[in-house]
């Protein structure tokens, strides 16, 4: 399947089993077959149906949802090798305690609103009718350091914009990790036939917005009073890049 494709199912059975572990992030194979009540010939045939086209991926009895996200990539820094690679429901943990590490030094209200979806989902990866979430983490001897989230919208009007948020934890910055993120995050998208990215950061948040603007983003517009940050009402800038 290809990474924007919207799935489409030959049967219903193959729709209720690619739905139950999109929901879940991953699904023993045992509970997959306990769940959707088919016998076993028949949940054997849809499931193998499922991973040939692409849907599933199998690893040690564990199922999750697949997506072509692209290849690991090493770099090499004087101070580490870190890897940039796509997101998997195993990160979960580490996504969100970088996440949060980033999140309590700056605000970065989308990004804090990512790591409450994560939570509350307790997936990864999100691929449906509707719309569609994707990681890349940075990851240093296999701990996740950092990200770039991309929100994809299916719905047709939107398909075209995709939402961007990216981080890295303090301790880890000027290795250049948050450069690579981004550039990977915005290569997909324009990959994937998408025309813009856009970025929403409060005004107070001065070296994101410093960060995007060296890499080429530009402010497309900004809502006033849009958030209340200790107290007091704080813009929002909307960055954009342009595909």
């Known amino acids: 399947m290809g990474a924007m494709e919207?799935?489409?199912?030959?049967?219903?059975?193959?729709?209720?089993?690619?739905?139950?572990?999109?929901?879940?992030?991953?699904?023993k194979r045992h509970k997959l077959l306990d769940v959707v009540s088919l016998p076993s010939e028949e949940f054997r045939e849809h499931l193998e149906g499922l991973k040939s086209d692409g849907y599933l991926q199998e690893e040690d009895g564990t199922l999750e949802i697949a997506l072509e996200f692209g290849a690991v990539t090493e770099y090499e820094t004087d101070d580490c090798t870190f890897l940039v690679r796509?997101?998997?429901?195993?990160?979960?943990?580490?996504?969100?305690?970088?996440?949060?590490?980033?999140?309590?030094?700056?605000?970065?209200?989308?990004?804090?609103?990512?790591?409450?979806?994560?939570?509350?989902?307790?997936?990864?990866t999100r691929h449906n009718s509707v719309k569609s979430r994707m990681f890349f983490v940075a990851t240093v001897d296999g701990d996740v350091v950092g990200w770039t989230h991309l929100d994809l919208p299916q719905i047709e009007h939107?398909?075209?914009?995709?939402?961007?948020?990216?981080?890295?934890?303090?301790?880890?910055?000027?290795?250049?990790?948050?450069?690579?993120?981004?550039?990977?995050?915005?290569?997909?998208?324009?990959?994937?036939?998408?025309?813009?990215?856009?970025?929403?950061?409060?005004?107070?948040?001065?070296?994101?917005?410093?960060?995007?603007?060296?890499?080429?983003?530009?402010?497309?517009?900004?809502?006033?009073?849009?958030?209340?940050?200790?107290?007091?009402?704080?813009?929002e800038v909307m960055m954009a890049y342009k595909l």
């Open 6 to 27: 919207r799935p489409a199912f030959s049967s219903d059975a193959r729709k209720r089993l690619y739905e139950y572990v999109e929901r879940n992030g991953t699904v």
């Open 86 to 124: 796509p997101g998997r429901q195993a990160d979960f943990d580490g996504l969100i305690d970088t996440i949060r590490d980033v999140t309590a030094a700056e605000t970065y209200v989308v990004a804090e609103t990512i790591a409450e979806e994560l939570l509350y989902e307790d997936a990864v």
């Open 158 to 235: 939107a398909q075209g914009t995709a939402q961007q948020t990216i981080g890295v934890r303090e301790a880890y910055r000027g290795n250049g990790i948050g450069t690579k993120l981004l550039a990977r995050g915005v290569e997909w998208a324009e990959a994937n036939g998408f025309r813009k990215v856009y970025n929403s950061v409060p005004i107070t948040n001065e070296r994101a917005l410093e960060f995007l603007t060296v890499h080429g983003w530009d402010t497309e517009a900004i809502r006033r009073d849009h958030y209340e940050i200790d107290g007091e009402c704080v813009d």
